[in-house]
Nanobody, 122 residues
Framework: QVQLVESGGGLVQAGGSLRLSCAASGSIFSIKAMSWYRQAPGKQREVVATVTSGSSTNYAESVKGRFTIARDDGKNTVALQMNSLKPQDTAVYYC????????????????WGQGTQVTVSS
C-alpha cells in the first residue's frame, strides 16, 4: 500500500505564487513517475506536469513557463512551484504516482492523493 499526501494549497491573488508538495509513503521499491493533475468545477481532470524517474519533465501548454515540477527521490516527494498564477488555475490539484512496490515488475500500480484546493482571485 502507498499513500500520497498533498499540502500547500490555498488562496492567492492573481500574479502570486504557491508551492504544492506531495509526499509518498508505504511500500515503495521505486517511483517511475510523479505527476500533478487538476480538476476545476465542470471540467475534466487534466494533467498539469509530470516528472519521470529519469527526471525528464512535461508540462501542459497552459502552465509552461509558469510552473515547475521537481522531485526528490531520496524523500519520495514531488513539488509543484506555481508562479504568475491566473484565475483559470483555480482547481483541486491532485498528486499522482506510478509506483513499483517491490522488486517484482508486476507490482506496478498507480495512486492518487486526496487533493488540495488552489484558488486564485482576480
Amino acid at each position: 500500500q502507498v499513500q500520497l499526501v498533498e499540502s500547500g494549497g490555498g488562496l492567492v491573488q492573481a500574479g502570486g505564487s504557491l508551492r504544492l508538495s506531495c509526499a509518498a509513503s508505504g511500500s515503495i521499491f521505486s517511483i517511475k513517475a510523479m505527476s500533478w493533475y487538476r480538476q476545476a468545477p465542470g471540467k475534466q481532470r487534466e494533467v498539469v506536469a509530470t516528472v519521470t524517474s529519469g527526471s525528464s519533465t512535461n508540462y501542459a501548454e497552459s502552465v509552461k513557463g509558469r510552473f515547475t515540477i521537481a522531485r526528490d527521490d531520496g524523500k519520495n516527494t514531488v513539488a509543484l512551484q506555481m508562479n504568475s498564477l491566473k484565475p483559470q488555475d483555480t482547481a483541486v490539484y491532485y498528486c499522482h504516482a506510478v509506483v513499483q512496490r517491490t522488486v517484482i515488475v508486476s507490482s506496478l500500480a498507480f495512486y492518487w492523493g486526496q487533493g488540495t484546493q488552489v484558488t486564485v482571485s482576480s
